[in-house]
């Protein structure tokens, strides 16, 4: 987050933050925080701290649930071969892996697949289809995609293959012909939740699968567990930025408890090369360590070793797989920073016209980092941004946006100068040939430009203002019960007052690490791109700052991350 020199503090209801804090026995601030949150009442809150499985959306209405559901069980008790495949990043690599998983403990033949970033790409086509044919599949269930692959479905039809897609991406009509599309995006799906990651939707298939082999009392009541998956669901939907309320919140609230205290060998494995010390695992943990050496698979090599790892059940193996992610990983490093470098001036050469959107290509950009790239400029320069790195006469294409502007509608607006497209909102991917690329950044723009565009940096308000004698662990564990954190339910940022600066430093080439005495002991705080501040610290500061477990100090005493520039604060 880009600093800032100044922060308010949000105002609310007085009496109901006092209400609710008594009422819950909670302190005054988190009370504060749970109200700006909306749950104004001790039943709503208790509900909100206390996500509950009982409480996920009933499956009712979701659109060919239960006939994918019957076509599946049909091939597990006709020992039919079912084919699965999944898309090459985190969250259709988890897909997958569920799947596959659950198909095995219930004595299914299987043969998974993942999409190779740079042979068939992002998507279902024609060529996996023949793969999995070639071995005997009848059945294959698409996961993370399938939704707009009508060339493969068509393929799978004149092969005989039955198609079942488990997916969550925007829908464009027609659906393919296939046995079974589930995707609350589909106009005619009544399930209400539309904000799933495909690995929540590839839980309830899963469910209603061993639902459909009990009515036909081939598996007994309750003998395979779908929850036994959770800490997959949580992977996969923290990865993919969904966000975390309603049954995103229920799933991974018990998917991160699942990793924390029984964790499959490849997450061991995959948590010990990450060095993750907490004996509690957030969503940070996956988002900033789990989930980049998973994504590190597709990006620079083959997802397959991240589905390996996800599957396997030996620990030996499962160290093997996670060494060969961390290499991966360091390799990917190195090739985003270079194409980061290039990319970034030549945007800084574009807005020298203050377009309204960043759109940069390059010749041998690497097609697995462009979207970390793509992030990068656009959360630096606070406007959506779009990436294409050229290998050919064909230029494969990111784009990211931070709520500024719908980047699927812009590119479908703009889909006759792209080869395919998509997405979401807020990230999507394109084709683009080399002939027909200034059209296309001709036309993407003139569409921004049409489009109400957010562009100034909303003023940073905090959900309270403490005073340094408040950070404790009694603070710490109620803020762990507000988690998990991420999209649609933020980190709350509290004002704390009265912090004297022990001692300040860079570290990590650009950031701040600061010692911070509280009346009861000390605090460390870190400081993103704020280094430069380490010479001009006053004695006595207050910050902007969320506030987590300190892992290098045991985890059980709070840690600071802030969100601006300390503060000067004149001693009373």
């Known amino acids: 987050m880009l600093a800032r020199a100044t922060w308010s503090v949000a105002e609310v209801d007085t009496a109901q933050t006092e209400s609710l804090a008594r009422d819950l026995k909670i302190s005054n601030p988190v009370a504060r925080c749970l109200v700006l949150r909306g749950l104004r009442d001790a039943p709503s809150v208790r509900s909100f701290l206390d996500p509950r499985l009982a409480d996920l959306s009933r499956p009712d209405g979701m659109a060919d649930l239960e006939v994918a559901a019957d076509r599946t069980a049909r091939a597990v008790i006709h020992g039919e071969r079912i084919g699965i495949f999944g898309d090459y990043d985190v969250d259709g690599v988890t897909s997958a892996a569920l799947v596959t998983g ?5 004595g ?11 042979s068939g790409g992002y998507g279902l086509g024609a060529e996996v289809i023949d793969r999995l044919a070639s071995t005997g599949c009848r059945l294959v269930v698409a996961v993370d995609c399938g939704s707009s692959d ?6 799978a039809a004149d092969l005989g293959v039955d198609v079942v897609i488990v997916d969550h991406h925007r829908v464009e009509a027609p659906l393919p012909k296939v046995v079974a599309c589930i995707n609350p995006q589909r106009e005619d799906c009544a399930f209400a939740d539309k904000t799933m990651a495909a690995v929540g939707l590839a839980f309830y298939f899963v469910a209603a699968v ?46 991160l408890k699942q990793i924390s205290t029984n964790p499959r060998p490849g997450l061991t494995a995959l948590l010990r090369t990450a060095r993750v010390r907490s004996r509690k695992i957030r969503t940070d943990h996956i988002a900033y360590q789990l989930a980049p050496r998973l994504n590190a698979a597709g990006r620079v090599a083959s997802a397959e070793d991240a589905l390996a790892l996800l599957l396997t059940r030996d620990p030996r193996q499962a160290s093997l797989l996670a060494e060969r992610l961390e290499q991966l990983t360091v390799q990917r490093r190195s090739v985003e920073e270079q194409v980061t470098v290039e990319a970034r001036r030549r945007a800084e050469e574009a807005l020298r016209d203050d377009p309204p959107v960043i759109i940069v290509a390059g010749d ?26 050229f290998d050919g006469d064909l230029g494969t294409g990111s784009a990211r946006a931070q709520g500024q502007l719908n980047l699927f509608a812009t590119l479908n607006a703009c889909a006759a100068h792209l080869v395919r497209f998509g997405g979401h909102g807020d990230a999507a991917g394109f084709v683009v040939t080399r002939e027909g690329f200034p059209q ?8 921004a430009r049409s489009t109400a565009i957010v562009r100034s940096v909303r003023a940073l308000v905090c959900d309270a203002s403490i005073s340094a004698r408040q950070l404790n662990a009694a603070i710490l564990g109620e803020l762990e019960r507000i988690g998990p954190f991420g999209n649609g339910n933020p980190e709350p940022v509290f004002e704390i007052t009265g912090l004297d600066v022990l001692d300040g430093r860079v570290v990590g080439g650009t950031h701040l690490k600061l010692e911070l005495k509280t009346p009861t002991g000390t605090v460390s705080a870190f400081g993103p791109r704020m280094g ?8 006595l500061v207050r910050v902007a700052a969320t506030i987590s477990a300190d892992e290098w100090r045991g ?18």
């Open 150 to 155: 009508h060339r493969a479905v068509e393929r």
């Open 532 to 539: 430069q501040l380490a010479m001009h610290l006053p004695p």
């Open 440 to 447: 296309a950044a001709r036309a993407i723009t003139d569409h």
């Open 555 to 572: 985890g059980d005493v709070p840690g600071l991350r802030l969100v601006s520039s300390p503060v000067a604060e004149i001693s009373s």
């Open 210 to 255: 061993r639902n459909a082999l009990e009515r036909r009392r081939h598996l007994e009541r309750k003998a395979v567990d779908p929850r036994s998956y959770l800490d997959l669901v949580a992977l996969g939907t923290v990865a993919d930025v969904m966000p975390l309320v309603g049954n995103n919140r229920i799933l991974v609230s018990h998917g």
């Open 364 to 389: 041998g950009w690497h097609r697995g980092v462009i979207g970390i790239v793509a992030a990068r400029l656009s959360e630096e320069f606070e406007r959506p941004a779009f990436v294409v790195g």
């Open 102 to 106: 659950f198909l095995g403990e219930v």
């Open 108 to 118: 299914a033949s299987t043969e998974t697949v993942v999409a190779d970033r740079f």
